[in-house]
């Protein structure tokens, strides 16, 4: 088992697309990446703490691979918007790797050079090396499975779902 920590915006939706993912075993979503201990969903919003929203992803290496896992997060969000995904604006839905060694750090810059080609404008994310992480509130976690009745999962959610199982197929 290994960990990987990414920041693609909203948590609520790269939880939900990424638990579609063989080889991932579980989702927390949380914070990382401020300076502030113990931030609340209401700080982190307020965009004060500097903190990221964040899926913190433990996979298993025998399945799926981190430099796998670091292609499909440049694939489900757009990572050439500074601090914003969609509506959501701040600098908590940056885009951001959070990488937990060496080894992580140099296939997150070598993914992000190498997709580099593939945007019109420039790559944005950050890769930052992990130092702590948050836990969110509990309402926030599994928050789409729990809530897909909810506008926001309607129709923010669920069509980047689709999107992302119908480019499986």
Not at 101 to 130: G, Y
Request: with cysteine; hydrophobic share 35%.
């Amino acid at each position: 088992m290994d960990v990987a920590t990414f920041g693609a915006g909203c948590f609520w939706c790269i939880e939900a697309i990424l638990l579609n993912v063989p080889g991932i075993t579980s989702i927390d979503v949380g914070y990382t990446g401020g300076h502030i201990d113990n931030p609340t969903y209401k700080m982190v919003c307020e965009g004060n703490t500097g903190h990221a929203e964040v899926a913190q992803i433990k996979f298993d290496t025998k399945k799926i691979s981190y430099k796998e896992l670091v292609l499909i997060f440049f694939e489900i969000h757009n990572p050439t918007t500074l601090n914003r995904q969609g509506n959501d604006v701040g600098t908590q839905y940056r885009s951001s790797i959070f990488y937990h060694d060496s080894t992580q750090q140099k296939i997150a810059q070598q993914v992000k050079t190498s997709l580099q080609s593939k945007f019109n404008n420039n790559i944005v994310t950050e890769i930052t090396a992990f130092e702590k992480f948050y836990i969110a509130e509990d309402y926030h976690q599994n928050y789409y499975s729990n809530n897909k009745n909810a506008p926001y999962c309607n129709f923010v959610i669920r069509p980047k779902i689709e999107k992302y199982l119908n480019e499986r197929k």
